[in-house]
């Protein structure tokens, strides 16, 4: 059964951190897509968030640390020279992780290496997103609502999708895919606690706006 939890700690959770200090996001001063160095940006920042703050994600902390940990050395292995590089690398580096998260997330950040060339576009954001969702899904994912990673997953390809028909730049794209994802995780609290899947998510998107 799920119960409330305070709307701060829920805050405190999907806010994306560094040095123990919130992040805000951008907000228009840079362009609208991302180019290869705020790619790694995005990367990094998520994979620093993931390490010191491992302990937010209930059961699976230890399993994603070790497979952003094999993303970064596939990425030193293999230095991109496209922004799609950067999760060609990460989806490399997950798949050699066991966990059931790591191993779900493999063909999300797959389909984000093909779809995204050059530049991470709200095209190819939104290109990426409906296929990632079936990806995940045929991978074997729970259903949204189980609660799961989808519950943030699929709100966010969808405000992707939604992004791209409205004609918005990237940065405004993964501004709505964050809030769709991290009010889908709030919907995942069971005993005072989100789904660490769907936390994960909306961690991912929220460092993209603040590259």
């Not at 059961?59 to 991109?80: C, K, M, W």
């Not at 020279?81 to 999300?108: D, H, I, K, Q, Y």
């Not at 990426?128 to 074997?140: I, N």
Request: a negative charge.
């Amino acid at each position: 059964m799920k119960t409330s939890t305070p709307v701060g700690t829920q805050a405190d959770q999907l806010q994306v951190t560094e040095d123990g200090k919130p992040l805000d996001a951008v907000r228009g001063t840079r362009a609208g897509d991302l180019d290869l160095r705020r790619t790694v940006l995005w990367w990094k920042g998520f994979e620093e968030q993931v390490v010191s703050r491992q302990q937010e994600l209930h059961g699976i902390g230890e399993d994603v640390v070790l497979a952003a940990q094999a993303a970064d050395t596939a990425l030193q292995e293999s230095p991109p020279r496209l922004a799609g590089e950067v999760f060609s690398a990460v989806a490399e580096g997950f798949s050699t992780v066991p966990g059931e998260v790591p191993r779900l997330l493999v063909p999300w950040f797959a389909e984000l290496a093909r779809s995204i060339g050059r530049e991470v576009s709200t095209r190819s954001l939104a290109d990426a997103a409906g296929a990632g969702v079936t990806a995940v899904q045929r991978a074997g994912a729970p259903p949204a609502g189980t609660p799961s990673l989808l519950d943030a997953l699929v709100p966010a390809a969808e405000a992707l999708v939604g992004a791209e028909a409205a004609g918005v730049p990237a940065v405004a794209a993964l501004h709505a895919a964050y809030r769709a994802a991290a009010d889908g995780t709030r919907r995942t609290v069971e005993d005072g606690t989100v789904d660490p899947g769907a936390l994960l998510v909306a961690w991912f998107f929220e460092r993209g706006t603040v590259v």
